[in-house]
Every structure is written in structure tokens, then in C-alpha cells.
């Protein structure tokens, strides 16, 4: 459990890892990363979720849901402004 831990903190400054890791967000729940490819260049490309998984793992059902949203363009921008 640490190992899965400590790797999904890593996992931007690994060989396997595909993006630049100035691009990349830890949140950790309920995905891994957010990353938003190309944004440190000043030319965003995509806004990538990256699951860390390692062995036989699969996905869990609130990681399905959150994949089936972003796969069927249920993703949406919100601006909240909180007046003081």
C-alpha cells in the first residue's frame, strides 16, 4: 500500500510517464493526476486523468464512473466567484 502511494507521487518523474511533470497535479483522490498537457509551454494541448495502477489492479467503480464522464464528454467549466 506505501509502494502505490509513494509511486502515484513519482509516477511524473518516471521513464513511463509521457508528459512533462510541470504539467501534472497529485490529487490522489479520486484519480491520481490531473495533467494538463503542454500548459508550461503556454500551449495547452489536453487535459489529460492519470489512474496509477501497477500489477493486475483495475479500476474501482467510482474510478470507472469518473472515467465513463470524461470518455462521453460529460465534463464541464465552472467559474465561482465568492464576493467578501
Not at 1 to 4: F, S, Y
Not at 13 to 16: F, S, V
Not at 47 to 52: G, K, L, M, R
Given at each position: 500500500?506505501?509502494?502505490?502511494k509513494?509511486?502515484?507521487?513519482?509516477i511524473p518523474?518516471?521513464?513511463?510517464f509521457?508528459?512533462?511533470p510541470?504539467d501534472?497535479?497529485?490529487?490522489?483522490?479520486?484519480?491520481?493526476l490531473?495533467?494538463?498537457d503542454g500548459?508550461?509551454?503556454?500551449d495547452?494541448?489536453k487535459?489529460?486523468?492519470?489512474?496509477?495502477k501497477s500489477?493486475k489492479?483495475?479500476?474501482s467503480k467510482?474510478e470507472?464512473?469518473?472515467?465513463d464522464?470524461?470518455e462521453?464528454?460529460r465534463?464541464e467549466?465552472?467559474?465561482?466567484?465568492?464576493?467578501?
Open positions: 500500500m506505501i509502494t502505490g509513494v509511486t502515484e507521487h513519482l518523474y518516471l521513464p513511463e509521457r508528459y512533462n510541470k501534472a497535479c497529485f490529487i490522489g483522490s479520486p484519480v491520481d490531473i495533467v494538463f500548459l508550461d509551454e503556454g495547452l494541448r487535459i489529460v486523468f492519470v489512474e496509477v500489477g489492479s483495475t479500476l467510482r470507472r464512473l469518473i472515467r464522464a470524461v462521453q464528454g465534463v467549466w465552472v467559474v465561482l466567484r465568492v464576493e467578501r
